[in-house]
């Protein structure tokens, strides 16, 4: 099972043996709390089946969203290597399987194999990289610009389609680019007016080239 997930890619088998050994998996219901910001780090997750969201919130409940992360991604290691509090919240926004390895054992392994640690310094490096796109983004680009990003950036080619099989809801697209629900909402429907886009279930299909501004 681990040997699928990159980090883990450079293990030999009785290493992969150890550390699935003393993985503990996890069941989570859509919409679970995994980890709240300012948690203890004693834990990296693997996600084994499922999705999760990884976001910011203030005390008033008000939400932006980080990232989202899929089956063979993994959360959690940036708090075990500086052992700082969680920097973020992560939520499953889908019926989830997780693997979960604790601090000691993830440490002694990475111990033993700088470039498990190396692996680590890329991926970490990507989604640096990743955040400086979206602060750039939310700095730089008008309501219409991030959601058209958005669409964009979460649609897959399909029969000469660009398509989103389990669309976000207005709500999380709001969260993900900073603006309010019902800015978002206008700009959807415009879209869908002019037949840029078309709607079906959980299923958004762009149906030609985004317009340029709004």
């Known amino acids: 099972m681990l040997e699928k997930i990159a980090i883990f890619s450079g293990l030999s088998q009785p290493e992969l043996e150890i550390l699935e050994n003393h993985m503990v998996k996890r069941s989570c219901q859509k919409n679970t709390?995994?980890?709240?910001?300012?948690?203890?780090?004693?834990?990296?997750?693997?996600?084994?089946?499922?999705?999760?969201?990884?976001?910011?919130?203030?005390?008033?409940?008000?939400?932006?969203?980080?990232?989202?992360?899929?089956?063979?991604?993994?959360?959690?290691?940036?708090?075990?290597?500086?052992?700082?509090?969680?920097?973020?919240?992560?939520?499953?926004?889908?019926?989830?399987?997780?693997?979960?390895?604790?601090?000691?054992?993830?440490?002694?392994?990475?111990?033993?194999?700088?470039?498990?640690?190396?692996?680590?310094?890329?991926?970490?490096?990507?989604?640096?990289?990743?955040?400086?796109?979206?602060?750039?983004?939310?700095?730089?680009?008008?309501?219409?610009g991030r959601v058209a990003k958005t669409l964009l950036g979460m649609a897959e080619h399909e029969n000469g389609h660009l398509v989103i099989e389990n669309r976000p809801t207005q709500q999380d697209i709001a969260n993900r680019i900073g603006a309010s629900r019902e800015m978002v909402a206008r700009i959807m429907k415009d879209l869908a007016t002019g037949n840029y886009i078309s709607i079906d279930g959980k299923r958004l299909v762009i149906n030609e080239k985004l317009p340029d501004a709004y």
């Open 33 to 144: 709390v995994v980890i709240n910001e300012g948690d203890e780090a004693n834990s990296l997750y693997i996600i084994l089946e499922g999705e999760v969201k990884v976001f910011l919130s203030n005390k008033d409940g008000r939400e932006i969203i980080i990232n989202t992360q899929v089956a063979g991604d993994h959360f959690g290691e940036l708090a075990l290597l500086d052992n700082a509090p969680r920097s973020a919240s992560v939520m499953t926004t889908m019926k989830s399987t997780l693997g979960v390895v604790s601090k000691t054992d993830f440490c002694t392994v990475i111990t033993r194999h700088p470039e498990l640690a190396l692996k680590l310094i890329r991926e970490l490096t990507r989604r640096v990289r990743l955040l400086s796109d979206s602060v750039k983004t939310l700095a730089l680009m008008d309501v219409y």
